[in-house]
């Protein structure tokens, strides 16, 4: 189905409507509409298929429209229809066109357009850029909003092409590659039948350093903490976070004993922290343990841990993630969120979709999708149930920011409710 997000004419001043009420200090701001007729589900599935996306900020709106027969446009909705015609798919896995990134002046797209082969473009108001050939998009790494997307190209066979700001990197396909900071990407590599590990920048390859096939065999995770770069080791119930980028010349790399075995390891966002799962040594095979490098104990007991649910705080100092309680107990297993001053279970047939965390460790706000509807939660105050919610982020002012689909109209809301007591009891 087709939906639009249509250029406004309404004048930009009335774009932004102030608002001050018991319940909500700041802005709604309206950054695109679309037909009524939308379904939440199409909606989400736009989003989810790289389709509909808003900018970081929230204050503008990528869309791909299809123009029947066989064609695709992408919109910005501040200046409408940007670049040329993109083909639609056709074929069993066939993608069609996606958006990568939005900004206040030019958009990132990947797409099939006749006469080029299938890349990256850059679309602005005025013009078109074919940046790179990459003939297939698969998966994106990293946290948002700075994902990495994946793809394979003729060109580099037995390859993956990884998308930074600065280019394309090309690895091969069963190299560990983690993003460790915005647009640094951590490798472990093999290059003539020797393992190395090295940072990828818009400079080139740094920290170009061989490692030993021992701990490579058993490596659980490479990460960037406290500007070095770290190799999780596995060996029985002892495992190591293994320094591979040594601080001084003939300096022996350090090597920190962790008590059990990793079960992933997982760096904030400059790489200040570490959150680690193990299974502690002795304990029952299903128990797991979660902490942070600081050697706070997240949470212990039998669990699974989704990695896309994990959140930090500005100062990367306090973190959150989503868990499944006794996940082998399906039919009493419960979703609970457990952090550094949290530990909250939603509310039974809720899904919580997106968290934010303030410096005090305490969840500032939420979107909760409640059978229906989604639900934003800010700092002690309960949203407007809409159809869809979504961009939750803080702003460089610490406001609140989220979009909303309501009625016809995309919306990005920007709260300024000063309140120290989070959104919940919550503490432990």
Known sequence: MEVPVHQSTIPPRSHVVRMNTPDFTGEMIRVGDIPETATPLRILQLISGDQLVASSCGLFIGQVIRTYPAGERVYHSTFGPVGPAFLSPFGPGASGTRILRVGSEDLLVWGRVEGHPPGVWRLTQDASQFLHRLDRLEFAVGPRPNRVPVGTSAQHPGQKLYLTSWGLWPVDAWATVRV???DTLCVLESFGGLLYAYQATEHGATSFLQVNPGDAQRSAGLVRWQG????AVNRGTQSWLVELNRRAFGEEPERIS???EFHGVWSSPKGG?????????GASPDVRRLTLSTGEVIHEGSFTLDPATVAWSPDELSVVAGIIQDPARRRFATSRFVGSNVDWTPTAGTEVREVLLGNDGRIQAHIQHEGIYDVPHFRGHR???VPLAWNLHMDSDGGV???TVHDEQILTWVSRTVNTHGIHPILR
């Not at 070095?228 to 190799?231: D, F, I, N, Q, S």
């Not at 922290?273 to 040594?281: Q, S, Y």
């Open 273 to 281: 922290t570490l959150l680690m799962l193990t299974h502690p040594r």
């Open 401 to 403: 920011v989220w979009t």
């Open 383 to 385: 949203g407007t149930a």
């Open 228 to 231: 070095r770069l770290m190799l």
């Open 180 to 182: 460790c900071e915005e």
């Open 258 to 260: 962790i008590d059990g």
